[in-house]
């Protein structure tokens, strides 16, 4: 499984690293840090990551079955 974070959907909300704070983590902006990436997640992480895409207001997450490019 992987996580892809569009960077021009994230808001900066920061509910996705506070439901996910084993894989996501926010920048000195208070981003997420991540955001504009695609990387695979480790199956013990997958139900953060899907808490984190349910949690995200603009849809910005998405957990996929196969990698993706994505806007950095």
């Not at 994230?10 to 509910?15: A, L």
């Not at 000195?28 to 984190?52: K, M, N, T």
């Amino acid at each position: 499984m992987f996580i892809s974070i569009e960077a021009d959907k994230c808001m900066g909300h920061g509910r996705c690293y506070a439901v996910a704070p084993d894989l996501l983590s926010d920048d000195d902006e208070g981003f997420v840090a991540e955001r504009g990436r695609c990387w695979s997640i480790p199956d013990a992480l997958i139900g953060q990551a899907e808490d984190a895409a349910d949690a995200c207001p603009e849809g910005a997450i998405a957990v996929l079955a196969t990698a993706t490019p994505t806007d950095a």
